[in-house]
């Protein structure tokens, strides 16, 4: 969006842009989702807080509602998105990550990583296509790169993930098919740092990884919004190891990954001589 003063165009003030727009923000109470709240009430955006309680926490600044949804659970989905409308954009910033050796993963493990990283956020979406206007965004905050890097010890949120980055670009195409003219994104920020995260924080420092503050991470998403992109990733070092990897990934592993994959063992694998759950 650009305005024209005394003949010139000129790009708009970034608290401005989003002015007035109706925007529901999926894990409002956590630590990005907090930050991401803040961000774009700063902006002047109206803000539906969605937790996953009734209550919850309580966050900084006026909130335009606050609904409760449970990913995990389709009935409060299709009750919880009916009571969102008139919306300009939805955001997740929502999942889960279980770091360790498929064979350690449990049956449960498993299936809540599922519901909560992959099937939650697609059945919300299959209903907030009707509650978002025309010109509008549901964004997905995915992974480390562009969310389908295969990172060992990260198989079962990799798959979730990567699923999700493939739903949003298939769902898109599908819109835009129908005459819809909504984008969903899948915006992958750095790792940061939120108490969920802290201690894993050295780990991506030693990859070569940057670390950014929550309020990094709100200004990446909020800009998102604006521009409506499919994909989005943040910092030049990850856009750069998902694009090796598209293009080859064992070109990737020699590069970068075979590196990272020792570290990630160190930190999460098995110590020699322990035998995998239930052997």
């Not at 925007?23 to 109470?29: K, M, S």
């Not at 509650?131 to 990172?151: C, K, P, S």
């Amino acid at each position: 969006m650009r305005i024209k003063s005394r003949g010139l165009l000129v790009e708009p003030s970034r608290a401005t842009v989003l002015k007035g727009r109706r925007i529901a923000v999926f894990g409002a109470t956590g630590g990005l989702g907090a930050a991401l709240v803040a961000e774009l009430i700063r902006r002047g955006a109206a803000v539906v807080a969605v937790t996953r309680r009734p209550g919850g926490t309580l966050l900084d600044g006026p909130l335009a509602g606050k609904v409760a949804i449970d990913l995990e659970s389709p009935e409060s989905i299709e009750e919880g998105v009916a009571a969102l409308s008139d919306l300009d954009a939805a955001v997740f910033v929502t999942g889960i990550d279980v770091r360790k050796p498929l064979t350690d993963h449990s049956e449960d493990e498993i299936s809540r990583l599922l519901r909560i990283n992959l099937e939650g956020p697609i059945l919300a979406t299959r209903r907030l296509i009707d509650r978002v206007r025309d010109g509008g965004v549901i964004a997905h905050v995915g992974g480390f790169a562009d969310g389908r890097l295969a990172l060992p010890y990260y198989t079962v949120d990799v798959a979730s993930r990567a699923g999700l980055a493939a739903f949003s670009e298939a769902i898109t195409r599908e819109l835009r098919l129908e005459g819809r003219d909504i984008v969903v994104s899948y915006l992958c920020p750095e790792p940061a740092e939120t108490d969920a995260e802290r201690p894993y924080l050295d780990l991506w420092r030693s990859m070569g990884t940057s670390v950014a503050a929550p309020s990094m991470v709100a200004r990446f998403i909020a800009d998102s919004l604006e521009t409506r992109p499919g994909l989005r990733m943040m910092g030049g070092a990850s856009r750069l190891i998902a694009w090796i990897n598209a293009l080859s990934p064992g070109v990737a592993d020699m590069v970068a990954l075979n590196r990272m994959g020792r570290q990630l063992r160190g930190a999460f694998g098995r110590p020699a001589g322990r035998s995998s759950a239930g052997d």
